[in-house]
């Protein structure tokens, strides 16, 4: 292992969802089980902080938040408010003065969409292209241009930016096709945090599995018949988690981050149209079927492709006999090892940029 580096980790870590909380914190965690002194580094913005709060209370619009459940969507907001001050941060600093993060050693910039051009509050801040951060050493880890398709390619100065990274890694094809092609440079595929580092995550607290847990939300109007058809034939409660789905049996749209780790680990399957909703079945071997969203296309459809795990994604042709197969069947020994080969090359390729 190379020697103890001041590390730090520069990502969305304040973030009202859950796969931004786990994958930060995933992050962090690994890199001090690894021997290094490392920090998430605390930039902040009022204007960011202002369109988080706004998301996490209207996540569906155009369609608004019923009043009805708007309280829960807050006490999910003030209970990510409460885990945000446990997880260890550097001094906060504006998002906008980066010389004012301080030295580090290393400062490794992912993962999650740091390079998303497309982001609604988060495109194109100079901060995430390593622009005035005083390191030695760029590293990005599993970073992502989201739904920034490879086709529309990288401004001159930012792929100038981009050169300056002492290694690159990205979590999807896309954005790896975005950096040879705009880039010119080698980069390396690795896994999510949260499946490189689940060892940070915690296990279900007991294994009744008498649920299937629904992660996301705008999920198109024959998937839920589908699944509704699917809980009465295998009487399985559809629980809902982090946000509103009235076709469920229960609503958990308040759950905390850690609530969130805990019901997914405990869950008879996952049905999802997020990225990180796969991550978690994957991470706990849970069967599970994927929607896809516009927004969310490219990182589902790569992950599962990386691991060999095509077949989880269904459309309106899937009939009841692929969706009952697939939600009582966990990810095949091949994706298995597809996962513990991608470990080894993510650990590879920290070992190697660290050094």
Not at 157 to 183: E, G, Y
Not at 233 to 243: A, E, M, N, Q, T
Request: net charge positive; charged share 25%; aromatic share 10%.
């Amino acid at each position: 292992m190379s020697r103890s580096k001041k590390i730090g980790v520069l990502t969305f870590h304040r973030c009202i969802n859950y796969g931004s909380y786990w994958q930060a914190r995933c992050l962090v965690e690994g890199l001090r089980r690894l021997g290094h002194d490392a920090v998430l580094l605390d930039h902040d913005c009022d204007t960011v902080n202002r369109a988080e709060t706004h998301c996490a209370l209207q996540p569906a619009l155009p369609q608004r938040t019923p009043l009805s459940v708007l309280p829960a969507y807050k006490s999910k907001v003030r209970r990510f408010s409460e885990e945000f001050k446990r997880l260890p941060t550097s001094p906060r600093f504006p998002i906008d003065r980066p010389t004012a993060a301080g030295r580090y050693d290393a400062i490794v910039v992912g993962s999650d969409e740091v390079w998303n051009f497309r982001h609604p509050w988060y495109a194109d801040k100079p901060i995430f292209f390593g622009e005035s951060l005083q390191t030695d050493r760029l590293i990005s880890y599993a970073a992502s241009f989201g739904n920034h398709d490879a086709d529309d390619g990288i401004r001159c100065d930012r792929a100038r930016q981009l050169r300056q990274f002492s290694s690159l890694s990205v979590r999807d094809a896309n954005s790896r096709r975005l950096i040879d092609s705009s880039v010119g440079r080698q980069v390396d595929l690795v896994l999510d945090p949260c499946l490189q580092f689940a060892e940070e995550i915690p296990a279900a607290m007991s294994a009744g599995r008498g649920y299937a847990l629904v992660y996301g939300h705008s999920f198109p109007h024959w998937l839920q018949s589908s699944l509704r058809a699917w809980s009465e034939r295998k009487d399985v409660r559809l629980v809902s988690v982090g946000y509103a789905n009235c076709w469920a049996d229960e609503q958990r749209i308040a759950a905390g981050p850690h609530e969130f780790a805990v019901l997914m680990a405990g869950a008879a399957a996952v049905v999802t149209n997020f990225f990180h909703g796969c991550v978690f079945a994957l991470r706990g071997g849970r069967p599970f079927i994927a929607a896809r969203s516009d927004y969310r296309s490219n990182k589902v459809v790569d992950l599962v492709g990386q691991v060999g795990a095509e077949e989880r994604l269904v459309d309106q042709a899937s009939g009841p006999k692929l969706i009952d197969d697939l939600l009582s069947r966990p990810p095949s020994g091949t994706t298995v090892e597809h996962i513990r080969d991608a470990r080894q090359r993510s650990q590879d390729f920290l070992d190697t940029a660290l050094a």
